[in-house]
């Protein structure tokens, strides 16, 4: 059974600090990779993709993707009360057509 | 505006009734999915079709069904047989880069 794992939390910082949530994946041969964020009964909406080691920056995210410990992360930098919201990994396989998600990693922004 | 739209919002079902949930997109992408979430639950795959005429089970295809007869459309019926629908259903289009993009969802509930 190929999985995503993350920490469920809530992951609690306060407001301008880094946020750093983690995704681990079991299937080696996963080739992109993706965060979303999604607010309380709202749909997922997507924040970052990545496809290659290392990072990737875009504003105030980061998403760090290392395949060979199968591991990747998603930083907030200046973290808001905006950014509280369920922070999805997604993990694909090129040319299957399909993802798999993890649970989910709670963040609350304390103002 | 270019999107994906699923209605209704919000839909009622009565034991023993089947019920379809829409999905158009006007991104012309070829790929189209289903997913069902529950509380506390990460987002489990019903059917994805990559093609018109098209599409395979995901994890969960059990007591629903759907067609693909235009690019646009992706209905999913959630029939009689499925015992415990209630729950968020979220529809996905894909583009050409591997990323998905979400409809604004459907809530399911059983009453």
């Known amino acids: 059974q190929k999985e995503v794992e993350q920490n469920s939390g809530p992951l609690s910082v306060p407001e301008g600090a880094i946020a750093s949530l983690n995704c681990t994946y079991s299937?080696?041969?996963?080739?992109?990779f993706f965060w979303y964020r999604q607010y309380s009964g709202k749909s997922p909406e997507l924040i970052m993709s990545?496809?290659?080691?290392g990072d990737k920056e875009d504003g105030r995210f980061t998403a760090q993707l290392n395949k060979a410990s199968q591991y990747v992360s998603l930083l907030i930098r200046d973290s808001q009360p905006s950014d509280s919201a369920t922070y999805l990994c997604a993990v694909a396989t090129s040319g299957t057509y399909k993802y798999i998600f993890g649970t989910g990693t709670r963040l609350k922004v304390l103002a | 505006d270019g999107g994906i739209t699923q209605s209704p919002k919000y839909l009622f079902r009565k034991e023993g009734q089947n019920v379809t949930l829409s999905c158009e997109q006007n991104?012309?992408?070829?790929?189209m999915y289903w997913y069902r979430q529950d509380p506390g639950q990460g987002l489990r795959l019903i059917y994805y079709?990559?093609?018109?005429?098209?599409?395979q089970k995901g994890d969960i295809a059990e007591g629903y069904s759907v067609s693909r007869e235009k690019k646009e459309s992706f209905p999913l019926t959630v029939t009689s047989a499925q015992k415990n629908p209630t729950a968020f259903y979220l529809c996905?289009?894909?583009?050409?880069?591997?990323?998905?993009?979400f409809g604004p969802g459907t809530r399911l509930t059983v009453l």
């Open positions: 991104l012309n992408h070829d790929a």
């Open positions: 990545i496809y290659s080691n």
């Open positions: 996905a289009s894909r583009q050409s880069t591997d990323t998905q993009y």
């Open positions: 299937d080696r041969v996963s080739q992109s």
């Open positions: 079709s990559q093609i018109v005429n098209d599409f």
